[in-house]
């Protein structure tokens, strides 16, 4: 059986390339007579490809000799409350860009906490803009700033926030590390699953400014809690997700030869150009995210009805394009483009859509 385009959100599409090597080295790996399931996380060859890893993704975004990498068990959801029982003391706050579900629910883990600030919220909006800049309330004593470039259930995005080189950034990249460039050095620290552009699911990498890890003062953590247990330990304080690590390494190696960052950001541009110029085009799709907010990476659109959802989604899965409803909280459709689908994905994508159009609107004048 072929394969076809998976547009979800994640755990999403990974490079066909990537899962022919897996099944091989799931029998046995490196010719080691064991499969890579089994190969034990203290091994030398596990430690070796742990390491190549790292150096590979240090390579890939530039991540200067001050910060550390952790590749994490667990989901992303972890962090959102990691962050604030590391670098909240007694008594102080931080402030949360809340511009989607992610980073909403991020700030209520610190509320609970006591200690989250909304600087501003897009809520009122249905998270289809961002209040301009000049309506924040950020507390300039804030223990770090917190912010979701690329707010995955909504389909918006936002660029780096200017705020005072005093505070640290904390960015959640769960959906945009690896699609686009950055310069690490704007962050005191980086999050993202995996799900999405990295591997498969159960893998949260953490990139983080050693001088920032020295500002917890917390002497009672929750040792597997603890951001310095991962330091001291290289990632192999517990059992890693081995699997996983596997994956992110040949990930990086795939990304390395696609021509890097840049060239995946600039294929990134094209694919979302085109679907979101289909949807323009159209009278027929909307998008409600504000132009200069729509996210490259989850474009979000709507039907004309609602009962219309159900047909889209089952008739783009007969032309093998699956994973098109949209997150169960907001409803809708969603195509997912992250750095595994090609633009041919895409294009096959937007025949079916244009003729999915075409087709409706030919069966409602029969009807009228
Ligand atoms: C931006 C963002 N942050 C956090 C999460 C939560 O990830 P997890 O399910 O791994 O906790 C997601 C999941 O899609 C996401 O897109």
């Known amino acids: 059986m072929t394969r076809g385009f998976h547009f979800a ?29 089994e190969i034990g996380h203290r091994t030398a060859h596990f430690r070796d490809l742990l390491s190549q890893a790292e150096t590979n993704l240090r390579s890939l975004i530039n991540i200067p000799s001050n910060y550390h990498v952790l590749f994490l068990a667990g989901s992303a959801r972890m962090l959102f409350s990691m962050i604030p029982m590391n670098f909240l003391a007694k008594g102080e706050t931080a402030d949360y860009l809340v511009t989607g579900i992610w980073s909403l629910m991020a700030l209520e883990e610190a509320r609970k906490l006591k200690q989250g600030r909304c600087v501003v919220s897009g809520e009122n909006s249905g998270f289809t803009t961002v209040p301009p800049q000049s309506s924040w309330k950020c507390n300039p004593e804030a223990a770090y700033f917190y912010y979701t470039p690329n707010e995955t259930v909504n389909g ?15 960015a959640d990249m769960t959906s945009c590390l690896l699609a686009e460039p950055i310069c690490v050095e704007d962050y005191d620290l980086i999050f993202a699953g995996a799900q999405k552009n990295i591997a498969n699911a159960g893998l949260t990498l953490v990139i983080i400014r050693d001088e920032f890890v020295k500002t917890i003062q917390h002497t009672n953590l929750p040792t597997m809690f603890d951001f310095r247990t991962h330091i001291e330990h290289h990632s192999l304080y517990a059992t890693p997700p081995t699997f996983n690590c596997y994956l992110a390494a040949k990930m990086f190696d795939w990304i390395r030869q696609q021509g890097g960052v840049d060239a ?13 110029q289909c949807i ?22 709507k039907v004309p009805d609602a009962s219309l ?9 007969k032309r093998k394009l699956y994973a098109l409803q949209g997150h169960r909280v907001v409803g809708g459709l969603r195509a997912s483009l992250y750095n595994a689908m090609p633009m041919k994905g895409v294009l096959s994508l937007i025949d079916f859509m ?4 075409q087709r409706t609107r030919l069966q409602a004048t029969r009807l009228r």
């Open 9 to 37: 959100a994640g755990p999403a599409m990974l490079p066909e390339s990537l899962l022919k090597e897996a099944q091989k080295d799931i029998l046995n790996w490196q010719q080691t007579g064991m499969s890579i399931l």
């Open 156 to 170: 918006i995005y936002y660029p780096k926030p200017v705020i005072s080189d005093q505070i640290p950034l904390v």
């Open 264 to 276: 995946l950001y600039a294929i990134n541009q094209q694919k979302a150009a085109a679907l979101y």
């Open 280 to 301: 323009d085009e159209s009278s027929f799709y909307t998008c409600s995210i504000e132009k200069p907010y729509r996210s490259l990476f989850n474009v979000c659109f």
């Open 309 to 317: 959802e159900t047909l889209f989604v089952e008739e783009a899965k």
């Open 354 to 357: 244009q003729d999915f159009e």
